[in-house]
């Protein structure tokens, strides 16, 4: 709490992010120890979690006030106007402290307590469990045995205590291979494909540099062009600073869209898969992936390719447990790709988020392959950065180990899976696409740009009714409604079977009777439980005036003598 | 003039047919008048059934003995056919190339065409004008339909019905339309019964250079205003191509002479423009091979979001004068026939719940768009693959449906229709078996007797058999007005059509029926909740009669 100064500001403005005109709600913001809070007039709250601020700018004094900008690694843009030039310095010191902590320790996720006890916490950490997993794929076997070699993480600290490796790989050959491989990632088993003729396997490594085809008989050479950390860096910032412009034209936005270089460099990634894919499924060969360090862009396509592969990563805990073993075993560094701590900013870089986006290109070609739906990707976004759970604190297991996270934090799964129902996808389950090897097709016009991830606060760019709620908000009430007839069914059985068992007593009767108005409130209960959510499902964000730009039109149309101009700023505000 | 004249080889074996996500079949090649088609003898299926009207461009390749014939056609679909022997192929790529391009309209299949389908209802009558107005019966007070245009003396590319203000007389509409581009005098295009403010259209006033002025025409544009009110004028055209229009004697509204008027110009295309945008469009499209910068940088070139973006923006604003404003508006660009009833119609989808069902939708058609003289023959003769250099085509149409369907993407319970439904009308827009889009406006279709001699496209459509396949299951009736949002991360490039013959949609398709099964699913569920409540309402009361005797 030293980092705060002023706790509540009054009168400030919240202004919209893409209005030509300056338009703004007004409330109050507070500043509690993990969040900024802003309540307008109409008592909605936007929170914005300290760990999720990429970045606080405190722009020039205007007659209106100060204004602060906020971004934020969700993708969320705030611009507030604070009346008084020294709140808002406070403020913008106090962001500045609590966005950027400088010791793990520090983080939301040692403090965030969702009231479970010990063992509900432990339950928690051990949902996703690698050695079952290892087990599913079918290893331990003939070719590919457990090593105890990095028991100690002695051969290699970023890789998992546990990693599986080849039969005939005895320890001095193991070490041997670390000794050659950068950081000591020596190639272990990634995924084991059990296929009908052959085993094939896909394993990682890291590189620096590459094998001389000489030394190695029998393995062809693929190099696959995914750009490093930095490229990627530059290219999502070049990305949001275009779709961020006020009154952006179509032909900025195709071209920002393209010397950003985003979708190349996605379509890049999705085309590695693929080729690792196919190479295991058509040819039944091995596979070994690597980079450089072998944490960014192996962990990629090794998480990817394994999701082509097989269903049970397209599952909600089949993708769990997918992150669990590519990216957080394997030691694809998120405290510093994602910036947790106040760190070297050039080691940040957006590589889990094309990772989400490559796999929500594959729900948009095939969609009833998977089990989960957009939100359950935005919402683990969401917490690789927010450090509410431990799961993605440090760098490695290791380092994890050494900040008892599972005795200090909790796990995101279990609390992912409690919500489930949000997550599911209704139209989940066609036996061509569920169990299939996918095939997705990489033709550049495939690729397009995924506004709910980039503008997912932006709801005015958005369209105004969703076929996906309605329908997973239909096969919710479709199961309902199986239950009630089935209860109804029961009810006119016992009815039927009354009236048949001929006179009752009157005693009988009266002792049946306090039951049957409490059954028609329940009846009446669930048909009013019905209605409204149907109303809710077809409610139109664009139509109800609280949340939609538009109805500034209104105001400034009400004025009392319109000008031309005016209409056509409106248009202009209209289109950003 | 015999077809058989046409036809020098009307029939060709062995020939091996090549399509987008099919194997190649191998069959026999038949050229009719109107059609070629192709079979393999298969399972009695023709493989492929061509409306010679539907070939935009062939090429022909020759291998030694070996003929390939590449047939481009109006709705994108490209395939390729091998046929053995050079001459056979030599003279169904000439007939192919004659047959496609027929001068004359009465020789064009729909006069041809026999229905095998009973007609329930003659699509011809289903939207009189006259039924029309009738729905518009809190206009009857300030508006009447006039026969001024009866034998299309006044305008020729007006309907003998037209809606004018009631104050305003016959004749001086007849002085009204020597002022206007093809004497389009301003009608009304629609009435929002919310306050009573109107759209009207009309072709650009003739100024010309030495400022001209027309009295009627100011006191009729001044008539449909309410006392004390505004009206926006809203002219399709950039300002500095208004102005130059006046060298050519148009022009536009002077604000001194309309002086309770304000002038707002846009910048919609047409033309050419438009045709080399969907020109570029489709061809990048088609290219599978491109990188993703290339792709990017030449969807960026093509424009086609640009101009989608622009026309969504012009309706929006045009909506947002009547609806928010609560201001009447006049809209024109040049001729009236184009950009004008790109929004005049978009802005009806926006405010008018009706034009969001099937039927409305067809009215809308029918009135904003066939009735209003739309030039369809002629903006219609060719599509994207055709390299004449005609300046009379433009993918007017298409755009306006793309809109349409940018709108249902971002409100997808809001229409009765689905995608299909505007695929449809962009398919018969450009080559069909009815009537409905023969001629270039009333008057000609008229002369042609379509009516008499064509079937037209609605009644084919609104058999319920039909209806059914371009029914969206979602539709729940929406009384709201439907802002759409027209930002670049918006709007996306309509794939069921441009991507339509480049990639399998079986996923998505699988994906939709889906959806379709969930939602009938639950209408049974819902259908067979309600009568078991009934039944054991019933129950309940039967022993509640037994219970107190």
Redesign the interface.
């Known amino acids: 709490m030293e980092h705060i100064r002023t706790t509540k500001v009054e009168q400030v403005k919240l202004l919209d992010r893409f209005s030509t005109s300056n338009k703004s709600l007004t409330g109050t913001l507070y500043l509690t120890a993990t969040h900024l809070l802003f309540i307008d007039a109409h008592q909605k709250e936007t929170w914005i979690l300290h760990h999720h601020i990429a970045s606080v700018e405190k722009l020039a004094l205007t007659t209106s006030g100060c204004p602060l900008v906020i971004q934020c690694k969700n993708f969320r843009t705030v611009h507030f106007i604070v009346p008084r030039e020294r709140d808002c310095h406070d403020i913008y010191n106090s962001l500045l402290q609590l966005s950027k902590q400088a010791k793990y320790e520090d983080l939301y996720a040692f403090s965030y307590n969702p009231k479970q006890n010990d063992a509900e916490r432990l339950r928690g950490w051990e949902l996703i469990d690698l050695a079952e997993e290892y087990k599913r794929m079918g290893v331990p076997n003939s070719n590919w045995q457990l090593s105890d070699a990095n028991r100690d993480y002695k051969i290699c600290e970023t890789y998992p205590r546990e990693l599986y490796v080849p039969r005939i790989a005895s320890k001095p050959i193991i070490v041997g291979s670390s000794k050659f491989r950068s950081k000591g990632r020596f190639p272990v088993l990634s995924y084991y494909h059990q296929s009908k003729e052959l085993n094939a396997m896909a394993n990682r490594a890291a590189g620096k540099g590459y094998e001389n085809e000489d030394n190695y008989s029998n393995i062809r050479f693929q190099f696959v062009g995914i750009e490093n950390i930095h490229v990627m860096r530059s290219s999502l910032q070049k990305l949001l600073e275009v779709n961020g412009t006020k009154g952006l034209s179509v032909n900025d936005f195709y071209s920002g869209l393209e010397s950003s270089g985003w979708l190349r460099h996605i379509k890049a990634v999705m085309d590695a898969a693929i080729f690792l894919a196919k190479a295991i499924e058509a040819e039944s060969a091995s596979v070994l992936v690597h980079c450089s360090d072998g944490w960014d862009r192996t962990s990629q396509v090794c998480s990817l390719g394994s999701l082509l592969l097989d269903p049970y990563y397209r599952t909600i805990r089949g993708f769990m447990v997918l992150i669990e073993k590519d990216w957080i075993s394997f030691g694809h560094k998120f405290s510093e790709r994602c910036g947790h701590l106040d760190g070297d900013p050039k080691e940040v870089s957006p590589v889990f988020t094309q990772f989400l986006e490559c796999v929500w290109h594959l729900t948009e070609q095939f969609p009833q392959a998977f089990e989960f739906n957009e939100a359950f990707l935005l919402q683990i976004h969401e917490h690789i950065h927010s450090c509410q759970f431990g799961n993605f604190i440090g760098n490695c297991q290791k380092e994890r180990e050494e900040l008892k996270l599972k005795e200090k934090t909790y796990s995101l799964w279990p609390f992912l899976l409690d919500d489930q129902k949000k997550y599911l996808n209704p139209l989940y389950g066609s036996q061509s696409q569920k169990s299939a090897v996918l095939e997705p097709n990489t033709v550049s016009f495939n690729f397009k740009f995924w506004r709910n991830m980039y503008h997912q606060f932006d709801r005015t760019l958005h369209p105004r009714q969703s076929v996906f709620n309605i329908i997973m908000n239909m096969n919710e009430q479709n199961k309902q409604l199986e239950k009630d007839i089935k209860d109804l069914e029961s009810q006119i059985k016992q009815r039927k079977n009354k009236q048949t068992d001929g006179i009752l007593s009157k005693e009988l009767l009266n002792s049946v009777r306090p039951e049957s108005p409490a059954l028609k409130a329940t009846l009446s209960l669930k048909e009013q439980a019905l209605l409204p959510v149907n109303d809710v499902l077809r409610t139109i964000e664009g139509s109800s005036p609280a949340d939609n730009r538009y109805s500034e039109y209104a105001d400034e149309f009400s004025k009392a003598e319109p000008a031309v101009v005016s209409l056509e700023y409106g248009v202009a505000r209209m289109t950003c | 003039m015999e077809f058989a004249e046409l036809i020098k080889t009307p029939r060709v074996d062995n020939v091996v047919l090549h399509r987008p996500f099919y194997p190649p079949v191998e069959g026999t090649l038949c050229l009719t008048g109107h059609h070629l088609i192709l079979s393999s003898r298969q399972d009695n299926t023709e493989e492929l059934w061509l409306l010679h009207s539907n070939i935009d461009a062939i090429d022909k390749r020759f291998v030694g003995p070996l003929g390939t014939i590449i047939i481009k056609c109006k709705d994108f679909r490209i395939i390729q056919l091998d046929i053995p022997g050079m001459e056979e192929c030599l003279n169904i790529a000439s007939s192919i190339e004659a047959l496609s391009t027929l001068d004359s309209i009465t020789l064009m299949y729909p006069f041809f065409y026999r229905p095998m389908f009973e007609v329930i209802e003659d699509g011809w009558h289903s939207f009189l004008p006259e039924q029309e107005f009738e729905l518009y019966s809190l206009a009857i007070s300030e508006w009447r339909l006039s026969y001024v245009n009866k034998e299309f003396a006044v305008c020729p590319s007006y309907p003998p019905a037209v809606i004018v203000p009631k104050a305003v007389d016959d004749e001086a509409l007849r002085k009204v339309a020597t002022f206007r581009h093809g004497g389009r005098f301003p009608v009304l295009s629609y009435y929002h019964k919310k306050n009573g403010m109107v759209i009207m259209r009309s072709g650009q006033p003739l100024t010309g250079t030495n400022g001209r002025r027309c009295k009627e025409d100011e006191k009729l544009i001044n008539a449909t205003l309410r006392a004390g009110k505004?009206g926006?004028i809203i002219d399709t055209r950039p300002l500095n191509v208004a102005q130059q229009a006046r060298a050519k004697g148009g022009g536009f509204e002077q604000e001194a002479h309309y002086p309770q008027w304000?002038?707002?110009h846009k910048s919609i295309e047409r033309y050419h423009i438009l045709q080399e945008s969907l020109i570029k469009l489709v061809e990048s499209?088609n290219d599978?091979t491109?990188?993703?910068?290339?792709?990017?940088?030449k969807?960026?070139a093509s424009?086609w979001?640009?101009h989608?973006?622009e026309i969504l923006?012009t309706a929006?604003?045009a909506a947002?004068?009547l609806d928010?404003?609560?201001?009447s508006i006049l809209v024109h660009g040049t001729e009236g026939t184009d950009s004008t009833l790109q929004v005049t119609s978009l802005a009806q989808i926006i405010l008018e719940p009706r034009s969001r069902t099937i039927r409305g939708f067809e009215a809308l058609i029918e009135r904003e768009w066939l009735q209003a003289g739309h030039p369809f023959q002629q903006r219609c003769a060719q599509s994207a693959y055709c390299n004449s250099k005609q300046k009379w085509e433009a993918p007017v149409f298409l755009l306006f449906l793309d809109c349409v369907w940018q709108i249902l993407?971002?409100?997808?319970?809001?229409f009765e229709f689905n995608e299909n439904f505007l695929i449809m009308l962009f398919e018969h827009a450009y080559a069909s078996q009815f009537g409905t889009f023969l001629g270039n406006n009333e008057s000609e279709r008229c002369k042609l007797k379509l009516q008499q001699k064509t079937m037209s496209l609605w009644s084919w459509v609104n058999r319920p058999s039909e209806l059914s396949k371009f029914t969206n299951p979602?539709f729940?009736a929406?009384n709201?007005?439907?802002?759409?949002?027209?930002?670049?991360?918006?709007?996306?490039?309509w794939e069921g059509i441009f991507?339509r013959w480049?990639?399998?949609s079986k996923?998505?398709d699988?994906?939709y029926e889906?959806?379709v099964n969930?939602?009938e699913?639950?209408k049974e569920?819902?259908a067979?909740?309600n009568l078991?409540?009934r039944?054991?309402a019933e129950?309940?009361t039967?022993?509640g009669v037994?219970?107190s005797p």
């Not at chain 2, 491109?290 to 940088?297: A, I, K, T």
């Not at chain 2, 993407?409 to 809001?414: A, G, K, L």
């Not at chain 2, 709201?480 to 490039?493: E, F, G, N, Y």
């Open positions: 505004r926006y304000r002038r707002i499209c599978q491109q990188n993703m910068d290339r792709w990017l940088s969807l960026e424009n979001l640009t989608i973006k923006t929006c604003l947002q004068c928010r404003e609560g201001a993407r971002q409100f997808p319970c809001s979602l729940e929406n709201l007005v439907i802002w759409p949002s027209v930002a670049p991360q918006s709007l996306q490039l991507l480049n990639r399998s996923y998505l699988e994906a889906e959806m969930i939602i699913y639950n569920l819902q067979k909740v078991l409540r039944q054991l129950l309940e039967e022993d037994q219970e």
